[in-house]
């Protein structure tokens, strides 16, 4: 353990003094290296496809597992859209003159070494490693057995472009799949690895949440409710509640609970709009009377991610009864209220203690891209640190450089 | 456990939603009644302090126990100068307007529920509870079973204060002593404290930085360097190296390790005044040489917080060596070079890896109040969400608002 950490602590020195230039040279050199190696990067995906179908993953699986050229072009196209976000590091965000003429300012560095645990996609290894080594930090790779060869082939590429440009090849480790305890190792590598970011299914964050001595970011659930609210435009509910259902069921920001107001007058549209996109609409009883193709909602169905083409559905008795459900069975990741009425959807963006409180738009916006902070490693839905989508500046912290000319303290 | 976390929980979105005016005025009320308690308040702490000294704590430790009517005014002052302080809640510290006309927010909000976690001083129950009051937290207060009395006198009074303004007396709990396994259920309340700040000594922190599954706000060890480079001015040298070991030495911001450039003419000079000013220093063998007052450092002298009139001292051939020895030996606390050379001042103070690096100024300066940041709560030297002197800045998130007219994602 200790060897490939102190390597990455070693690394991540030199990378917190690295400049702008390298750092983006580095990461277009190591998209370069992942096209130049596009034969081997595809025959050791064949590789992992193989093994694949032998162990019997599911059709899904495959799909997230497999490269093709279009999909390794993709990639590497990303880590050269991530060499040309701007350089953070070193940026000044408070500066304080004292009267004693002390100056303080607060600038950006690196977290320092970064630890990322994931599943079978093998775009994680050029995503994360490019995100992390633009930002100045190490990184730990572990990703899934599943992914091994693709893995391998995509991180050589990866260091490949890096080491051309100066950088230390330590900056981007892949631990191997081989040695099962390596997770468990990495979660309680304290003072070594500075903080894991879990990358795949709710199973994997489980476990990286409930063993992790070091710090985690990540959510588990993206539990997304919408508030149709008594004043909602009929036409912008329908198309926000239908997008943000059913634009694309299985990412964590789709809408999971609808929650409609009694004085909304469009509730039967509402409810028909979305059956007839075809999704499943499990509601209660006020909402089942509206359409008889409205299935019983259990009372599981209120903690239910479905990432599918289904939704819970009830009625509300106004904006408190609302924001109870939501503080009761939400996942603190995004909402959002329809309403004309600005002093409610104030309120509703106040007192909701999500990381994300949208007013009048689909909660499929939650993603770092579209909020324009470029790549994002992921969404965040605990309290401390970063907060919602996790771009650049969720990998950095910050020191305080004091500038003096003699001072002591009286 | 769930009984007070969740009132705590209840309070903290009371709290959340409450405006500036609402919490300065229950800081201001609960100042008052701490005056007006003093009877009760010093008549408490007399059983406290009769009780320390049939228990035979030590002089220090009864003195950190002990109020008057002078240090009992100090914390009511305290408070006041807390509830001065502006309000950072809601606070919009960033705004993107996107090409789709999406307006996203992001504004500060209160973490949530704090837990504190305290040794004799009993001004930490009013210190503390201020600083989470007026940054909008809910705190649970766990102090030690010294200052169990005026604990709870000060509590009782805090909270008179903060109902008179029609805030929630759950808004300020503080756990019974008596209860000895609250700390370790405080340490294990993940989701329902949101983080929790140990004030006291080194066993203290190091058991909750060991045992919490909450996040930790705090620093274990404060052992902080001054290198003093080949170019230093040497007057600038004397004064602030013996002002940061021997101004007071029992702080976290102390001086515990000097190094002397083997190229800085004034060496002899430093370790004579140091000792002069009654400090014991503790030399390699080069530093020996210069006085023969000085006694030899061991191996563990490089790693030990004096706290006291005690310092380690050891020459070094530049400040590779310097930053070398800090990298192994520090804690990422505070450090400082005294040079002249504005480029090794920015070498140093990019390079080494603390939340506070000076440049010609005493380390005594890491306190939130000499950087403006007003009353800290502490000083930490983890690397996620908060670094150095925290203050209500660090005891606050933020949420992202989203602003649409209906939109939804392609």
Chains 1, 2 share one sequence.
């Not at 391998?152 to 590429?157: D, L, P, V």
Request: include cysteine.
């Amino acid at each position: 353990m200790s060897d490939y950490t102190s390597r990455a602590r070693a690394a991540s020195r030199i990378l917190a003094a690295a400049g702008d230039a390298a750092k983006a040279q580095a990461l277009r050199g190591a998209a370069a290296a992942l096209r130049s190696a596009q034969a081997d990067i595809l025959s050791a995906n064949d590789a992992d496809m193989i093994a694949g179908e032998a162990r019997g993953l599911t059709g899904a699986m495959l799909d997230r597992l497999k490269l093709d050229a279009a999909r390794l072009s993709g990639i590497a196209q990303a880590v050269e859209q991530v060499a040309a976000l701007e350089d953070i590091v070193g940026l000044e965000i408070d500066r304080r003159t004292q009267p004693n003429g002390l100056v303080m300012r607060r600038v950006r560095v690196p977290i320092g070494v970064l630890g990322i645990i994931y599943e079978s996609r093998p775009n994680v290894t050029a995503d994360a490693a490019a995100l992390a080594l633009r930002s100045g930090n190490a990184v730990i790779l572990r990703g899934g057995s599943e992914a091994v060869y693709s893995n391998q082939a995509i991180h050589q590429a990866m260091v490949c472009g890096i080491t051309e440009a100066g950088l230390p090849a330590d900056a981007i480790q892949l631990l191997p799949t081989q040695d099962r305890a390596a997770v468990g190792a990495m979660l309680r590598a304290q003072g070594r690895i500075d903080m894991i970011i879990p990358r795949g299914g709710k199973s994997l964050v489980q476990r990286v949440q409930d063993e992790a001595r070091v710090p985690v970011l990540a959510h588990l659930d993206g539990i997304c409710h919408i508030y149709v609210h008594a004043d909602a435009d009929p036409a912008m509910a329908k198309a926000i509640v239908v997008n943000a259902k059913m634009r694309r069921t299985g990412i964590c920001g789709a809408m999971e609970t609808l929650l409609i107001d009694q004085d909304y007058p469009g509730a039967a549209a509402l409810v028909s709009a979305l059956i007839d996109a075809g999704c499943e609409l499990r509601a209660d009883d006020m909402l089942m009377e509206l359409d008889p193709r409205t299935v019983s909602a259990s009372a599981e169905d209120w903690d239910t991610e479905y990432l599918d083409s289904i939704v819970s559905a009830r009625m509300v008795a106004g904006v408190d009864e609302a924001m109870a459900h939501i503080a009761r069975h939400g996942s603190n990741h995004t909402e959002s209220i329809i309403t004309s009425d600005a002093a409610v959807a104030a309120r509703f963006q106040a007192e909701v203690d999500s990381a994300i409180v949208m007013h009048n738009a689909s909660t499929q916006f939650a993603d770092g891209g579209e909020f324009g902070l470029g790549a994002e490693i992921g969404i965040a839905t605990g309290r401390l640190h970063a907060r919602g989508p996790v771009a650049l500046e969720g990998l950095t912290t910050y020191k305080w450089l004091v500038h003096g000319t003699g001072q002591v303290r009286p």
